[in-house]
């Protein structure tokens, strides 16, 4: 369900394979079949992420959005289908050289301060000792945390937290950066303000980010395409494109096309909104309407 | 809420205080019969004797001895298979209840069976006291490794820590304030056991001690023992929850 | 080695059946290592403990008139410690003076290691039943005493200064809020000090080794009769599971309908 469209992006870096992420019919179960936790929770996904771009994952909740990241970050084995990276195939494993992965949950050790936070995950990596500070230093600066590198995340707020979090996905450098709803926890002000920084580092580094939200502005401010899903079982409903060159400035959202495109897609949504709804209802026990 | 932690500090030493007094006055008047209650003074000197004539450091060496030992040995095997039963959810279902299920049961009813099989020797009153404490110690780390956040594993499994590192730097760090906790009630609990198996059925320690001045009808000695065995506990249970109270003050991990 | 999710039904099933299986591999070891390898004067199969338990303990008046006595003992200091447990708990909890002045004493009394003080106790109630009950009254009546007043402390001041602002007296307060906070952590009070009074009869029979079950279990264990005494011991623990779950069937009948208080 991929468009043509290719676009060359300042930062890009020419010369790799112009797609980053490949999925190809991709289904996924929980459960035993037959059995009452028999759930689809994916039903033949294909999907092609290119090299440098910022794509979203949007759906309603249950769709399956973070199952869909979690088999290409390999974390979960896919029950059917197959993921490549980077030309690589992807089957539960995780590839910590090429993606890095940032949660919703900070998942920060809380009984290790910020730096030695960075140190180990960079020591996780393989990435060589020498490296360590200097990178951890880097990635502080560039999201203006560096003065709290010797404090505990336990001392931080919430948003200075994913703040960090997002700094330690991408001290690593690796050039997919794969996002689960990062911004859920934080308060809307928190939220602008880093989808803001989020634009300034795609522009300037040229990850390939995949973003995982149930936010529609969000969606439409960030991403450079939005892959709309339906309500369990999760198929991709449509691709919508944005065009609009990184950095995104705040004005970008008081233009009419921005309104469009989020109307557009609440349209898209809304009746896939309806059924998660009923669908979490029916589970809770109620009578269906 | 120091303040309030001083203030039931104070009344716990007050209180000592006022038992301490009733003790001596209650004795002094002569109602009450020497051997029920001797006076404080008669205890004093039951107790001078013990130490002097090396009775004292020498049933307390045996009795530390012995649940030094017992202790390890609870530690080890509790812990390890604490932590293999943790690796699995199905082992975890099916085992946790049973070994909470036989904690239940006092293990002092099998203490008989361990004379029976070592003896009445320290042997016996080490495989008593690391059976007891077994329980607390396996419990306590089967909860606390089930208790590592999903979170914090996904984590580090998606920056490609190897299993080793995840242990070290992930569920360790996790866990050790909860397996403090029951390492120190598995402590409480082997030293009671070893203990009570010195006092039930044994040759020396501070327990066999207590036993033998009851029967010897020497009360000022029995009383002698009891009060170091009731301060040393109490000083003990001062110490680790001023400690636990200051950890808690300093704002410690999560 | 994990066994793959089926439904929720027979997964409870396997975990059932791997338990009976564990036990029974254990017993079945144990019968083969007590007939061909153990020294019977150690160890004896199960076999053998079932002969003697038919054989040398029910028949045997007074080892049954032994344990009688012991189940006695244990169901009235459970029921002292209970009914005096509550009374002080309430008694303590109640009032600021009692949360901050006589709590702090009873934590004292809590810290004390009773084994050593048996002695003492025997020496003070005498070697018959009372110095059993005594001492396994003073083992359980802690845990009750502790989980009433931590029980009180639960109820959310949001709602007793809700009440309080209605006008309610402070006997009104305590029997309407504070009391149905109180009665989960009794509960989990109450199956503590049963395992606190079992292990504080049990030892006191234990320790007075001149009548009563500590006679018998010395009696075996001298003459290395190894089957009597885990036959003696086993109808013991057999005792104290019954007793554990008369606890908690009474704990489920009378806590229907008081799940909405969990927060």
């Known amino acids: 369900m991929s468009s043509q469209a290719s676009d060359s992006r300042p930062g890009d870096r020419s010369g790799s394979p112009p797609v980053a992420i490949s999925v190809r019919n991709v289904t996924q179960r929980f459960g035993e079949s037959g059995s009452a936790q028999d759930v689809l929770a994916l039903d033949d996904v294909s999907l092609e992420v290119r090299r440098g771009e910022f794509l979203c994952l949007l759906g309603p909740s249950g769709c399956g959005k973070s199952t869909l990241l979690n088999i290409v970050g390999g974390l979960i084995k896919p029950s059917s289908g197959a993921v490549s990276v980077n030309g690589k195939p992807v089957n539960g494993v995780p590839m910590p050289k ?38 951890a230093m880097a990635a502080l600066e560039a999201v203006g945390m560096a003065q709290f590198a010797q404090h505990y995340p336990t001392q931080l707020s919430v948003g200075m937290r ?10 690593v450098s690796t050039d997919i950066l794969l996002m689960d709803e990062p911004f859920a926890a934080l308060d809307e002000q928190s939220r602008m303000v880093l989808g803001e920084d989020l634009s300034i580092l795609l522009a300037r580094t040229g990850k390939t980010i995949v973003f995982v939200t149930h936010s529609l502005a969000e969606a439409v401010f960030l991403s450079d395409r939005i892959v709309v899903m339906t309500a369990r079982p ?31 897609l609440y349209a898209m949504l809304r009746d896939e909104i309806r059924l998660a709804m009923a669908a979490q209802r029916e589970q809770a026990g109620a009578a269906p309407r | 809420m120091k303040r309030t932690a001083l203030t039931a500090r104070l009344i716990q030493l007050a209180f000592i205080a006022i038992l301490m007094a009733a003790w001596h006055f209650s004795t002094a008047s002569g109602s009450i019969s020497k051997l029920f209650l001797p006076p404080p003074s008669a205890v004093w000197d039951a107790f001078s004797r013990l130490v002097v004539t090396g009775q004292f450091w020498s049933a307390v060496r045996v009795t530390l001895v012995t649940t030094a030992q017992a202790y390890l040995i609870a530690l080890v095997v509790g812990a390890g298979v604490g932590y293999l039963v943790s690796r699995s959810r199905f082992l975890t279902d099916v085992f946790e209840p049973v070994i909470a299920g036989l904690f239940t ?21 080490i495989a008593y006291g690391a059976s007891y404490a077994f329980f607390p110690i396996a419990l306590t780390t ?44 598995a402590f409480v609990i082997c030293f009671a056991s070893v203990l009570g198996g010195e006092t039930l059925s044994s040759i020396a320690g501070v327990g066999r001690n207590i036993a033998l001045s009851a029967e010897l009808l020497d009360t000022a000695r029995m009383y002698a023992w009891i009060v170091f065995v009731v301060v040393t506990a109490v000083s003990l249970n001062f110490i ?15 | 080695m994990s066994a793959p999710v089926r439904s929720a039904r027979s997964y409870a099933a396997l975990v059932r059946w791997t338990r009976v299986g564990f036990v029974l591999a254990i017993l079945v070891l144990w019968e083969i290592y007590g007939r061909w390898f153990a020294d019977p004067v150690f160890v004896q199969p199960p076999s053998e403990v079932a002969v003697a338990w038919a054989t040398k303990i029910l028949p045997d008046e007074r080892i049954m008139s032994a344990l009688g006595l012991s189940v006695f003992e244990i169901a009235v200091a459970y029921v002292l410690a209970v009914v005096v447990g509550l009374a002080i708990g309430l008694a303590v909890g109640s ?11 009873i934590l004292l009394l809590y810290a004390i290691p009773q084994v050593a003080l048996i002695s003492l106790f025997v020496l003070l ?74 292990l504080g009869v049990i030892l006191a029979e234990l320790y007075v080794s001149t009548a009563g079950i500590g006679y018998f279990t010395r009696v075996f264990a001298e003459n290395f009769n190894p089957a009597p005494l885990f036959a003696l011991i086993g109808s013991l623990a057999a005792i104290a599971l019954i007793f554990n779950e008369c606890v908690r069937m009474a704990e489920r009948r009378l806590s229907r309908g008081r799940e909405a208080l969990r927060r």
């Open chain 3, 125 to 198: 109630f005498g070697l018959g039943p009372a110095s059993k009950i005594a001492f396994g009254f003073s083992h359980g009546v802690f845990p009750v005493i502790m989980s009433v007043v931590s029980g009180m402390a639960d109820a959310p001041t949001l709602y007793i200064r809700g009440a309080r602002s209605m006008g309610a007296s402070r006997y009104q307060v305590i029997r309407h809020v504070i009391f149905p906070y109180m009665v989960p952590s009794f509960f989990v009070g109450l199956r503590l000090a049963m395992t606190l009074t079992l």
């Open chain 2, 240 to 254: 680790a929850t001023s400690i636990e109270q200051n950890a808690a003050a300093k704002g410690n991990v999560s």
């Open chain 2, 105 to 125: 049961i006092p293990i002092t009813l099998f203490f008989p069976m361990f004379i029976l099989f070592f003896g009445i020797g320290t042997g016996s009153k």
């Open chain 2, 142 to 185: 089967i909860a606390a490794f089930n208790s590592v956040e999903p979170h914090f594993l996904r984590a580090a499994r998606s920056m490609g820590a190897s299993r080793r590192e995840i242990f070290r730097h992930v569920l360790v760090p996790r866990t050790l304030p909860v397996l403090i906790g029951g390492m120190r009630i």
């Open chain 1, 234 to 264: 999760g198929r991709i409903k449509t691709v919508v494109d944005v065009n609009e060159p990184h950095p995104r400035s705040p004005d970008f959202m008081l233009e009419p096309r921005f309104g469009e495109l989020r109307n557009d």
């Open chain 1, 162 to 171: 994913q703040r960090v979090n997002m700094a330690r996905g991408i001290c």
């Open chain 1, 98 to 135: 090429d993606i890095a992965f940032v949660f919703q949950e900070s998942t920060l050790f809380p009984w290790y301060t910020i730096l030695e936070n960075f140190r180990i995950a960079l020591k996780f990596q393989n990435v060589p000792k020498a490296e360590w500070d200097g990178r």
């Open chain 3, 95 to 105: 009032t600021a003076l009692g949360r901050r002045g006589f709590f702090p004493m």
